[in-house]
């Protein structure tokens, strides 16, 4: 157990809907990434938060938000969701603001239909 | 953009074996190589590299960085059934402003170890 949790662990939608994934990091940890994993394109990063500030923006799409609340819980926003949307999201947390070791959670699948 | 090439994509090979998975990469600005190894769900963190020729070893694993060939290897001795997983590389760049940004991940190595 890496003492990040992620909610929900499964999630099922229909096109154009939208969704929230939510992450509580490790307790200590400041920073909190999200990353999208499909079979085609592997893990790729889309967004970093430190201690509630945007730190690092990756491959997310326009259609995606996250913020990082006062709790240093973090939401990930998905929306006007398409089929290739489909996929697992993972959010992962470290003590600093710099990646190095991170400590994922188990993720949450997200499937479109 | 940042680029990391695994290889093989699939490898199956038979309890005690010596294995070793290849990363390759591009990347502006190093700052380091990590190693992942992804069993059902979460990555769990094996080893992160940032000086080139030093071998980080734990247990019958071990890695290492060549960064004038911006290459690493992980090897796995005298493999055992639970070795199996997908092995994942990436790589780690300094940003403009001096801290470090998000993970490239390569596709991964699946590594299955037969009895």
């Known amino acids: 157990d890496s003492g990040v949790t992620q909610t929900p662990k499964h999630l099922i939608t229909a096109t154009g809907q939208r969704v929230t994934l939510r992450c509580s990091p490790r307790?200590?940890?400041?920073?909190v990434y999200w990353y999208q994993q499909s079979l085609d394109q592997g893990l790729q990063f889309l967004i970093q938060?430190?201690?509630?500030?945007?730190?690092a923006k990756g491959n997310i799409l326009e259609r995606f938000s996250a913020q990082q609340f006062p709790d240093l819980h973090s939401e990930l926003n998905l929306s006007s969701l398409e089929l290739g949307d489909s996929a697992l999201y993972f959010c992962a947390s470290s003590q600093g603001a710099g990646t190095g070791e991170l400590f994922f959670g188990e993720g949450s699948r997200l499937t479109v239909l | 953009e940042d680029k990391v090439v695994q290889s093989p994509l699939s490898l199956v090979v038979h309890e005690g074996d010596t294995v070793t998975l290849n990363c390759s990469y591009e990347?502006?600005?190093?700052?380091?190589l990590l190693w992942y190894k992804q069993e059902k769900k979460a990555p769990t963190f094996l080893f992160m590299l940032t000086s080139s020729g030093i071998e980080k070893k734990s247990g019958r694993l071990s890695s290492i960085l060549d960064k004038k060939e911006l290459f690493s290897i992980l090897n796995i001795t005298a493999t055992q059934t639970g070795d199996s997983a997908v092995y994942l590389c990436?790589?780690?760049?300094?940003?403009?402003?001096?801290?470090?940004?998000?993970?490239?991940f390569g596709k991964g190595t699946h590594l299955i170890i037969q009895p």
């Open positions: 990347v502006t600005n190093f700052r380091s």
């Open positions: 990436a790589v780690e760049p300094w940003t403009a402003g001096g801290g470090a940004d998000g993970l490239t």
């Open positions: 307790s200590g940890d400041l920073s």
């Open positions: 938060y430190y201690n509630g500030e945007e730190r």
